[in-house]
């Protein structure tokens, strides 16, 4: 038996590969499925069954085409309707995949066609535990993607804990949990840094997993969340009724386009996307850009801060565009014009004109941010502004950027820095392009900010 994490840092989303006997099974596929099918074929293994823990909403699951190519059975749980041909599991039906067995655990909360799936050893052990969006390590699914629809947070927060308590804390303390997700993934409040664990240590330090009573967990697993990006509602739309194969959609998207034919569909309404690193794009990027680098969780950020139907336009290194284009496809985003062939050297070659980002050190951010000549923008998430920021910085967090633009004085300067340097320089790309141009990243972020001396505001312990 072997069992292998396939982790996708873009999406903060972890696949998984089995293998018992001369079958393999996958759960969760991300679109690009060509490593699946690599790795079963470099290990002489059929895919018998792609498992699917519920419509995933932050992003397009490969399912479809995996099944296409190899014959794979798709599996859902109870309460999954498709447009397309799946079976539905039954709670408690195991499925054989060589000697070992998956059992399908329907847990329903996060959504109400969530299943769980716990892998059974050749032994008859319960080895591991998949539980996609029910369970994070330290973390739970959010209850409210369904809000609107008749069904409340409520409701599926009181379904999440019956399904805790009936479903996952019975298992024994040894069987490791296999969560669809691990840090910077949108589909949960405050998940760990770890992308597995066990039982036995969620039940010590996962705060849904301790002793309550049913109304305090539904009240805590329902208060201090934040609206969830729009595209995932687009994007469980397309897991429910099927989507058009990858390779089509980069033969469509991967598209030359010289200068003259370049401007016309930035006339025409296009998006300029900037894929490069931010240390590349401050020293020059055609105005109106947006730079969201491939270094970092690029898919994650397409989908939250740039509507899906939006046309784009691509800008990054040479090479870089099919990865630019299947990426972002990950999450649905499937209307690139094309790019510029040559990249931003064939806009400065020609004389077009370009912009440039400032960026400082933390040494000099905290020499200068005592004179108050300027606003600190904080684009962290709330949660880790309280626990710890820089004093009198303004939380600005990135996903809310462009709701709240519009309430910054584009006459004032603004020093903008997040956790480590990616986040800062996506929101500066952002701020420019919305016509407030005094603005200045620093390298580095908070991580590097703090250990200057500059003054930090902590949060008050509670005794």
Known sequence: MEIKQLYTNCLAEAAYYIECCEEAAIIDPIRDIEQYIQLAQERGKKIKYIFETHFHADFVSGHIDLAARTGAQIIYGPNANTNYKVYNAKDGEEFKVGKIKIKALHTPGHTLESTSYLLIDKEGKDNAIFTGDTLFVGDVGRPDLLDGSGITKEFLAEKMYESLNSKIKPLADDVIVYPAHGPGSACGKNIGKETWSTIGQQKKSNYYLIEMDKQKFIETLTTGITPPPKYFFEDARINKEGYSNIDSIVERNKKPLSLADFEKEITDG????????????????IPGSINIGLNGQYANWIGTLIHIEQPLVLICDAGKEEESIVRAARVGYENFKGFLSGGINSWINAGKKSEQIKSITPEQFAADVRSNSFTTLDVRKESEFENGHVKNALLFPLGDVNAN?????????????????????IAASLLKAKGVTNVVNVYGGYSKIKDTGVEIEMPVSKT
Do not use: P, W
């Not at 910054?408 to 997040?418: E, R, W």
């Open 270 to 285: 296009a998006l300029i996307l900037d894929t490069r690193n931010a240390d590349d794009f401050e020293k020059g990027f």
């Open 405 to 425: 633009i519009s309430a910054l004085d584009k006459s004032k300067q603004y020093v903008i820095h997040c956790a480590g340097g990616y986040r800062s320089m």
